[in-house]
């Protein structure tokens, strides 16, 4: 199991013994990632509270802060469905929201459900705010994240798509960024599996960005960001202890890389905090995190 596919599987095992899903539900999706019964069962015993079960998901509650946006200082943009080129040949979909006079350009990478409304609407957001956004989904070649009717299936679709192949499309969003904003430096923010992918841009020595924030997302094994030049901003969760284990470790890589960075830990919040339609979402602390994000943005990328 590669470092990203156990990712994906811990999410779940967390999401149950948080009582975000029951048993069953965890088990399926599981399942859908390819581990068998005994595997699944295990890790969901690892993840749970004290080693026991976890609570069961309340049928039809509805998510704290569902529903409610992210406060931001500008009105956001509504984002266009787009096509554009890809590596080999392969054409990529993604979600464009121009910015009026744009400060500079930033590429927003999804969560482990691929390329949702959310993640169209934190677009839109960055473009309301003076940067030009692109979403770009990495479910293209799979038909992109809305041919799944099921969002479980969109997860257990990433967790069979190679590294190598995220690069590439992470990398040709950006060429399409530079395209439609010519002479404006780029950024990159990545949210849960989107925070790791931006970990894996920055590792894969790409020079074109100019900062990147990976909120609360995994960093690859034996991370060297040695060819990078960007501005790091990382973001984290003080409940989120699973992703926090590598804090440390994403520290070091950033030093021994002289990138200028800052690590920030927001206190008494959990993993996937900004998401405005999440279980775990924090009205306070996503404002407070969109407040420091732009103002990285505005340091690094004009």
Known sequence: MSPFHR?????????????????????RRLSLLGLNAAAASALLAACAPGGGEGRAAAPGRPAPGAGRATPGPATPVPTQDITFPGPQGRTLQGAWA???QPRGAVLVIHENRGLTDHIRSVAGRFAGSGYSALAVDLLSEEGGTRSFRDPAQATA???KVPQE??????KAGIDELTRRVPGGEVGAVGFCFGGGM?????????PRLSAAVPFYGPLPEH?????AKAAVLAIYAELDARVNATREAARAALERAGLPYEIVTYPGVNHAFFNDTGPRYDAAAAAQAYRRVLDWFARYLG
Do not use: C
């Open 223 to 227: 991370a060297d960001f040695s060819g």
């Open 165 to 170: 192949r995220f690069v590439a499309d992470m």
């Open 7 to 27: 990712y994906l599987a811990e999410e779940i095992a967390v999401d149950h013994a948080e009582g975000i899903i029951s048993r069953r539900e965890a088990l």
């Open 157 to 159: 679709a990433l967790g």
């Open 198 to 206: 931006v970990w894996l841009l920055l590792a894969s020595g790409e």
């Open 98 to 100: 121009p910015a009026r």
